[in-house]
């Protein structure tokens, strides 16, 4: 009887699957705008599913769908639209134009039309940051997005950049987004070797709705990036692009001495090549040289980028590949970036539509010549401090005209190497010496899924972000400092240095997705697996003592058995590692809709961690989320003048495991190690290096979020408004503790901290018509940091020296400091005032105060405008911060006045310094007994609101229209002119402004203005 059953109910369901099955057809048809005309390449999308396929030529489309299932119709400038398959078997769709709708959100594990997204999401065009002169993507994102911070802290051609998103999310931890490109994580700072040419989107998720999903990651927001591919049933077409231009340096906002006036002050205070000088030998040695060294170790730069793409489409199968050379020389000599990058992307899916798969591959090779030393105290080691500081009365030049190697100091001669030949000893170092990174980066995933039921569609990705990172530094045995690199008696001098690691990073993700609609209901739930394992290894070394007639090579290194002086003192050095680390997770999402008006989100998430021990590996995070779009509402039809009303909101948890600020560190501090060396009467010992805590755990992220989405007049006036609290608990903090243990700190979670923060953006199209179309867009945001609890034993602050600290009720890296009050009119001292507002000449601890001032940047955001007329288009894009604070060491180095004589030139402020009883000035005497370090550790002189306002890129260009075209063989010509950074607006006095995220500016490397002329050519 139970055999007669068990046949009886397979046969039933082979009959229920055969049925399921049978209901599965082919619907065809016709997709048009609202002018009557066929839409090549629009999207027809199985909702819910990633079952998709693309309009022809001619608009036609067909693809296989189940009675029940939803079409989603979608092309750039329309409206998408939904609907419901029935029993027809032809539906032919027209759109009507928009400027809202037609935006797809991609999460990198879901993707959501606007309307359908009840998360804090915000997108950015193709259009901003294509074909842009930066030679990273990531700065180009700077004052597009409300809320992210972009903040590039060098000139240097293919630096990287500091990313913020809705402020500060940890103390000691990481900080920075996560970035997701085609579905697999990558390392922040790679982006210098991804050529932004081949991006088609980039979304940035904001709120735990959308980044609870990324659990342990996504704590500070994510960046999720999808590059260009082809699309079906395309011809093959080629784009080629290519730019040329130059670089030069911004102006510098303070004004130095000449050659006269430096010349004079020495004079005065009687020291210096002035201080032995008459007034009539002055006029003589001031009329030979008045140098700007600005001039001599700047210089203006090229950039010129080729960049070629092929796409091509079958019926089932698409094909993008591209080829890019970037060239970028920085403004400063010797400096420069390159960059060779090669990109495919293939899609394919089988004859029913039901398997689809992807592959994106892409190898990037980039080489950066530098120079050591930019932003150091070592004075001789300090490239950008001498173009500052140099004397103007140093010739630049040797007898012949040409710029000088030395400055006629001879190697090696310690008596020639003074204060005043810094600029000549740079000027050499520059030439001679070399600093060479190179990165060859390899980004690559393989993306598949399988609808291998009703509704029920099983898929699986794999990834894998691969650099290898390469140093060389030569400090050549023949440049001036060559000889003291060993010794000055030793017959080689120099230093070789080289390094090497590997940074292997690996992704895989398996899920299960149901997704259904029926009548007013639609559901989406899916379940999914992860693993990610990291490696890094990487080996150096450096040698003492090279042979200059070899000097590049191995043959160059002096054999270390060599004996000189007494000892083997060529012997170099050599190091190894090797670290790893892990993560596993498992997480569910669901997203429920009814009636195209509630959308309803749900995220659970449990990630093991490396980092911790058995009973904290395991870390919980979760989101919900729900949207009401409001102007669906029976009560808003007549609302004719309202095309979106949406209301956001959303609150969930995410975690931080990089609870120090780089992917493998904090990787052993559950564990108690041990050192062995010398300990009582020289006897061996075995002492404690770290005391282990097994109580450390996950930084925990929780957020709040309600936003509203709208849009007026058929999208005319769109945008959309966010308010924020984001809190932190569990900071990975220092505990201290008794230092009889043999440390004096514990690594412990201790603390909270909050972001509250309001969001707008905002797009308002001015005219479209008679051909024109002008468009204003601007967005802003205000964050307001506080710390809300630090360890008890610091009692409400953490001061560790310097001139910031960590105070309750105050930003994170908050300025502590004693306040200037000018100068004593009696003495010419300077004076500040004490915690309680009295005039003292001292500086003291006890005196400093909270000034509420922070590094990072309470108001931030962006506008633009972008105007066409026919073939014309021009475009501007500005970025603004405000309510941020930096030391300015480069100002007080050159307002120096503890003495003038030290080797330097001079501000003209300097001139107004106190020199009797009763002149009021704010530039103390020379010879007071506080100089510059001084300042700007203890006082707030130095304090400078790096609030700006910067034009940061402005286009014009004209497209040749296909008429003209038409015996060419080109689809499509554009030539533009486009420049960066050209206007900056700041009372910060220095070379930049936008200096990045850090407490105090000394001699940094500057960012530059870039002008470029660019032709873009289809065919």
Same mark, same amino acid.
């Given at each position: ?675 062995? *060396?010398?300990?009582?009467?020289? !006897? @061996? #010992?075995? +002492?404690?290096?770290?005391? &282990? =805590?097994?109580?450390? $755990? ?123 009050? *000018?100068?004593?009119?009696?003495? !010419? @001292? #300077?004076? +500040?005032?004490?915690?309680? &507002? =009295?005039?003292?000449? $001292? ?177």
């Amino acid at each position: 009887m139970r055999s007669k059953f068990k046949w009886i109910f397979a046969l039933l369901l082979a009959f229920s699957v055969q049925f399921t099955f049978a209901q599965e057809k082919t619907v065809t048809g016709t997709v048009k705008g609202s002018d009557g005309m066929s839409l090549p390449a629009a999207n027809v999308i199985v909702k819910g599913t990633t079952r998709a396929t693309q309009t022809d030529f001619d608009g036609n489309y067909s693809i296989k769908v189940s009675q029940g299932e939803s079409l989603v119709f979608s092309y750039t400038g329309y409206v998408s639209q939904t609907i419901v398959v029935g029993a027809t078997s032809k539906i032919d769709v027209t759109l009507s134009e928009t400027q809202l709708e037609t935006v797809v959100i991609n999460t990198g594990y879901k993707s959501f039309t606007k309307r359908d997204n009840p998360s804090a999401i915000a997108t950015i065009s193709i259009e901003s940051i294509e074909d842009r002169a930066n030679a990273s993507v990531i700065q180009n994102l700077q004052g597009q997005i409300a809320g992210l911070n972009v903040a590039t802290g060098s000139g240097q051609p293919g630096s990287d950049s500091t990313i913020i998103l809705r402020g500060v999310g940890s103390i000691n931890g990481n900080i920075e987004p996560l970035f997701i490109v085609d579905g697999s994580p990558v390392d922040e700072d790679g982006f210098r070797s991804i050529n932004q040419n081949d991006i088609a989107t980039i979304s940035v998720l904001k709120d735990a709705s959308a980044t609870s999903i990324y659990g342990n990651r996504g704590g500070n927001g994510v960046i999720v990036i999808t590059t260009k591919r082809g699309k079906l049933n395309e011809k093959m077409k080629f784009r080629y692009s290519s730019q040329y231009g130059i670089n030069e340096l911004q102006g510098l906002n303070i004004e130095l001495m000449n050659s006269r006036q430096m010349l004079k002050l020495e004079q005065q205070y009687g020291g210096g090549l002035g201080g032995g000088l008459s007034d009539a030998e002055i006029d003589v040695r001031a009329k030979q040289a008045n140098t700007n060294w600005a001039d001599i170790f700047f210089r203006k730069g090229t950039t010129q980028t080729h960049d070629l793409s092929i796409t091509s489409g079958s019926e089932k199968t698409s094909n993008f590949t591209s080829l890019s050379y970037f060239d970028q020389e920085g403004i400063f000599i010797n400096t420069n970036f390159k960059r060779f990058s090669v990109r495919n992307n293939f899609t394919g899916r089988s004859e029913n539509n039901k398997f689809n798969y992807s592959f994106n591959f892409s190898a990037n090779f980039s080489r950066s010549n530098g120079i050591d030393g930019a932003g150091t105290n070592a004075i001789f080691f300090a490239p950008f401090s001498a173009a500052l500081r140099g004397l103007p009365y140093l010739s630049p030049y040797d007898a012949d005209g040409s710029i000088t190697r030395d400055g006629g100091i001879a190697p090696g001669d310690a008596s020639a190497v003074t204060a005043n030949a810094i600029p000549y000893v740079l000027l050499n170092s520059a030439m001679m010496n070399t600093d060479v990174e190179d990165e060859f980066k390899m980004v690559s995933a393989l993306n598949a899924t399988y609808n291998f039921a009703k509704n029920l569609t099983a898929g699986i990705q794999i990834g894998i972000d691969y650099s290898t990172f390469t140093t060389k530094e030569v400090l050549d045995p023949r440049s001036i400092l060559g000889p003291f690199q060993v010794s000055q008696a030793a017959t080689f001098g120099g230093i070789q240095s080289e390094g090497s690691t590997r940074d292997f990073r690996f992704n895989t993700t398996a899920n299960l997705n149901y997704n259904n609609t029926f009548g007013k209901h639609s559901i989406d739930v899916t379940a999914y697996t992860e693993y990610n394992k990291a490696h890094y290894d990487g080996i150096n070394f450096q040698v003492r003592g090279l042979d200059a007639r070899l000097l590049g090579t191995g043959a160059a290194f002096v054999d270390f058995n060599t004996i000189e002086l007494g000892g083997e003192i060529y012997t170099p050095t050599i190091g190894s590692f090797k670290l790893q680390e892990g993560l596993f997770s498992y997480f569910g999402n669901m997203q429920y809709e009814y009636d195209n008006k509630y959308v309803l989100s749900g995220t659970l998430r449990r990630d093991a961690s490396f980092r911790f021990v058995d009973d904290n590996k395991w870390g919980t995070f979760w989101s919900v989320g729900g949207a009401w779009s409001i102007d669906q509402e029976s009560f808003m039809k007549d609302k004719t003048a309202l095309n979106l009303l949406k209301l956001r909101a959303s609150y969930g948890t995410s975690g931080n495991q990089r609870i120090i600020n780089a992917q493998y560190s904090g990787l052993n501090l559950t564990r108690s190690l041990y050192g062995q *060396g010398g300990g009582y009467d020289s !006897g @061996n #010992a075995t +002492f404690a290096t770290q005391i &282990g =805590n097994v109580d450390l $755990q996950w930084e925990e992220l929780k957020q709040s979020n309600i936003g509203l989405d709208f849009g007026i007049w058929k999208n005319k006036l769109s945008g959309s408004f966010d308010v924020y609290v984001k809190t932190t608990e569990q900071l990975f903090q220092d505990r201290p503790v008794s230092p009889i243990t043999g440390t004096s700190i514990l690594r412990a979670n201790i603390g909270s901290l909050e972001n509250r923060g309001i969001e707008a953006e905002l797009k308002y199209v001015v005219y479209d018509k008679n051909g024109w179309n002008i468009g204003v867009n601007a967005n802003a945001s205000y964050n307001k940091n506080k710390i809300l609890e630090l360890a008890d034993s610091f009692e409400g602050i953490q001061f560790q020296g310097g001139a910031s600290a960590l105070i309750e009720g105050e930003p994170v890296d908050v300025f502590y400091i004693q306040r200037y009050a *000018g100068v004593n009119p009696a003495n !010419g @001292n #300077a004076l +500040f005032l004490d915690a309680e &507002g =009295n005039l003292t000449e $001292q500086i003291s601890d006890a005196s400093r105060v909270s000034t509420g001032k922070s590094i990072y940047p309470v108001w931030q955001g962006g506008f633009g405008t972008n105007i066409s007329y026919k073939g014309f288009e021009l475009a501007s894009q500005w970025s603004w911060m405000a309510k941020l604070w930096r030391n300015n060491l480069d100002l007080g180095t050159v307002e120096e006045t503890n003495t003038v004589i030290d080797g330097g030139n001079r501000s003209t402020t300097v001139l107004n310094a106190w020199q009797n009883p009763g002149d009021i000035t704010t530039i103390p005497r020379v010879g007071n007994p506080l100089n510059s370090i001084d300042y700007i550790n203890g006082t707030d002189r130095y304090l400078e609101d790096a609030s700006f306002l910067r034009l940061r890129n402005v286009s014009l260009g004209y497209t040749f229209g296909s008429k003209s075209l038409e015996k060419t063989p080109f689809s499509g010509v554009k030539f533009f002119v486009q420049a960066e950074n050209i206007v900056t607006f700041s009372s910060y006095r220095g070379w930049d402004a936008e200096a990045g995220f850090r407490s105090t500016d000394r001699g940094n490397y500057p960012t530059p203005k870039i002008y470029t002329f660019g032709a873009t050519i289809n065919f």
